[in-house]
């Protein structure tokens, strides 16, 4: 049971270089692969993601690329974030309109996430088909799942300590 379950990084203290560093090439690769511009504003974008495990909404990611001297138009910024999220760089949280990188460059996977509702942290695990059987029902029902995200809200370890 526990095999396909519990890969998750970003609560606990990791190398966070080496996440960013996987993040980075896993994306050139990528668009080595099939052809596309990995451009400078969509590298800066996917940075800026990476930057910490948090996500970021679409006004904090323009602002950051200001900074960073990029100025980019919103339009501009919001072509860049639909690539990375269209090509699995990136992926969007509904629950708070916002952008996070992905921790899982290299693994094919159902983004799966839980949300510090103290600390703001962002924490994607790869989600295991059995927990939950949504194709099932979906396929009884002739219903076809495109796309399916998991947002669990809480309370991370060092905020719950804390309180
Ligand atoms: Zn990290
Ligand atoms: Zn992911
Ligand atoms: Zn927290």
Same mark, same amino acid.
């Given at each position: 049971m526990t095999s396909k379950t519990s890969k998750s990084v970003g609560f606990e203290q990791h190398d966070h270089d080496v996440c960013l560093e996987k993040a980075i090439k896993a994306a050139e690769a990528y668009c080595d692969r099939f052809k596309l511009q990995f451009t400078p504003l969509r590298r800066k974008v996917l940075e800026i993601l990476l930057e910490e495990h948090r996500a970021l909404g679409a006004y904090a990611i323009l602002d950051l690329l200001r900074e960073s001297g990029l100025g980019s138009q919103p339009p501009v910024a919001?072509?860049?974030?639909?690539?990375? @999220?269209?090509?699995? !760089?990136?992926?969007?949280?509904?629950?708070?309109?916002?952008?996070?990188?992905?921790?899982?460059?290299?693994?094919?996977?159902?983004?799966? !996430?839980?949300?510090?509702?103290?600390?703001?942290? @962002? @924490?994607?695990?790869?989600?295991?088909?059995?927990?939950?059987d949504l194709s099932g029902t979906a396929s009884a029902t002739g219903f076809k799942i495109e796309q399916t995200t998991l947002e669990a809200k809480g309370v991370c370890h060092s905020c719950a300590e804390m309180a």
């Open positions: 919001y072509r860049a974030l639909s690539f990375l @999220v269209e090509h699995g !760089f990136a992926h969007k949280i509904e629950r708070l309109n916002a952008f996070v990188a992905c921790a899982l460059p290299d693994i094919l996977h159902s983004p799966a !996430f839980m949300i510090c509702r103290k600390c703001e942290t @962002v @924490v994607e695990a790869q989600s295991s088909s059995s927990s939950f």
